[in-house]
């Protein structure tokens, strides 16, 4: 027989004669002539209740089920004669699969976002990280969903790469090389002893290869992870997270700042949509307004102004910021947040940054002093989406890269696309970390990844 899911049981509109479930054991009481067994599989926030009377062949073992613990139950779905849940079961019969100890760390009692990182193996068992992983998954299928419904392609680009998309160099190098006896020529380590005869590294996006495939297949997308060898310890920053990035031909600045909004509303919408009872659990207990902030996010038409216009209003703004703002400073989280939650009360779109802080490949605008790139601001978060009109005139990119020192050889492809049939194109890209920490109201990036990689830290 088919092994039934609790999610789907507790959801049942009628009694089932013979049901089969196997799951974990949160808590476990006894009464005079039967236990009650609270059991969770996984597959939604609610446990069943299933009722295991003594005249069970097994009950000896039965009342030494501890918290943890692992079963498999044979029984019927019956109307609760109990409050607080519809439905029980009545079991026929128990397995024990797996018996926990007593010292089993996830007790019936609240424990810290800190404690539970200690053990990220068991905590998808607790209610707040199981409905976490549960909207993590739900929100990649939905990202997927939202591409597909608009033509887009899905490309997947190297995760190993001899090239620096951001041009910031917190690059992790990837080698093959023996440590205890590296190869060095002219006073330097001869990486073409090494396995691809060139320095390579753990990507930081991307960005550069959909690029060539926008120019081919016209809208493309990726999803997958990325890594900064950034020395932070911040709640914000891990150095292994997942990107989206979007990347569209014939597309200028309005185009991408169009399809960002639209794709934060959408991912917000089937949240709030398919994940309710998750998202409920949130709402209560780890941010009392988060319901009122996806909502605004939701139903808002979002702000637009250039990053002068940004800069100006957080210049007037009466309030004493802990980094000073003027004009060719990359705006800080406490900036974003002003403009998001104080001054527009809502999403802002920022465009047009100023060229010295913003990388190689961004459209040069006509001041030339000023870059067509874009930043989506969301309450609670700050930045979410980071994207920009490509350069796709060759000359402009090239004087780009010799202002800013790069060399051209790593990046001869990128710039050979400039050469034949270039395009106006555009694209972005979003921490998926960073939109599940808006949806779920969790304040550190730790909570909302599996197994967090972050300096100092590369347990589990």
């Given amino acids: 027989m088919e092994r039934h899911k609790i999610a789907a049981l507790i959801h049942s509109e009628t009694p089932v004669d013979t049901v089969m479930i196997k799951g974990w054991v949160r808590t476990r009481r006894d009464a005079k002539s039967f ?41 019927a779905l019956v109307a609760s004669q109990g409050g607080g849940q519809r439905w029980e079961v009545q079991a026929s019969a128990i397995t024990i699969i797996s018996l926990a100890p007593e010292s089993y760390p996830l007790q019936k009692k609240r424990h810290s976002d800190e404690y539970l990182r200690s053990m990220a193996h068991l905590r998808p068992r607790t209610n707040k990280y199981g409905a976490a992983f549960r909207i993590r998954s739900e929100l990649s299928y939905a990202v997927h969903q939202f591409f597909r419904e ?41 990486y073409e002893k090494d396995f691809f005869a060139t320095e390579a590294n753990l990507t930081v996006s991307g960005q550069l290869s959909v690029e060539m495939f926008a120019l081919s297949l016209g809208d493309v997308y990726t999803f997958g992870p990325t890594f900064r060898a950034e020395n932070s ?30 794709f934060i509303k959408a991912a917000v919408s089937f949240i709030m949509d398919n994940c309710q009872e998750d998202l409920n659990l949130f709402a209560r207990f780890v941010d009392k307004t988060l319901m009122a902030t996806l909502e605004n996010i939701t139903t808002s038409e979002f702000e637009r102004l250039p990053y002068r216009e940004a800069v100006a209003i957080l210049e007037r703004a009466k309030k004493k910021f802990e980094y000073p703002v003027s004009f060719g400073s990359d705006l800080q989280t406490e900036h974003e947040r002003y403009l998001t939650e104080k001054h527009f009360k809502k999403p802002v779109i920022v465009y047009d940054y100023p060229k010295t ?47 800013m020192g790069l060399e051209k050889e790593p990046y001869w492809w990128y710039l050979e696309s400039r050469r034949y049939g270039s395009v106006e194109h555009s694209g972005f890209g979003l921490g998926f970390e960073r939109l599940l920490m808006l949806i779920t109201g969790i304040r550190n990036i730790r909570d909302v990844i599996p197994f967090p990689r972050t300096p100092g830290s590369i347990d589990f």
């Avoid at 392609?153 to 006896?181: K, Q, V, W």
Wanted: net charge negative.
């Fill in 35 to 75: 236990s009650f067994i609270e059991i969770n599989d996984g597959s939604c926030l609610g446990n069943i209740q299933v009722i295991a009377d003594a005249t069970l062949p097994e009950y000896d073992q039965v009342r030494k089920l501890t918290t943890g613990s692992a079963v498999h139950v044979s029984g």
């Fill in 150 to 190: 608009r033509g887009f392609r899905y490309i997947h680009t190297p995760i190993i790469t001899g090239s620096d998309c951001e041009g910031a160099g917190e690059l992790f190098r990837i080698t093959t090389l023996d440590l205890m006896n590296v190869p060095i020529r002219d006073r330097a380590v001869d």
């Fill in 233 to 262: 310890n911040t709640r914000r920053h891990a150095s292994e997270f997942w990107m989206i990035e979007p990347e569209m031909a014939f597309c200028d600045l309005a185009g991408n700042m169009d399809l960002g909004e639209d």
């Fill in 357 to 403: 802080i913003k990388p190689f490949y961004m459209r040069m605008n006509d001041d030339n002093e000023t870059v067509a790139a874009m930043d989506v601001l969301v309450p609670s978060i700050g930045e979410l989406i980071g994207g920009s009109q490509r350069e796709e005139r060759l000359e402009v990119l090239e004087e780009r890269m010799d202002e």
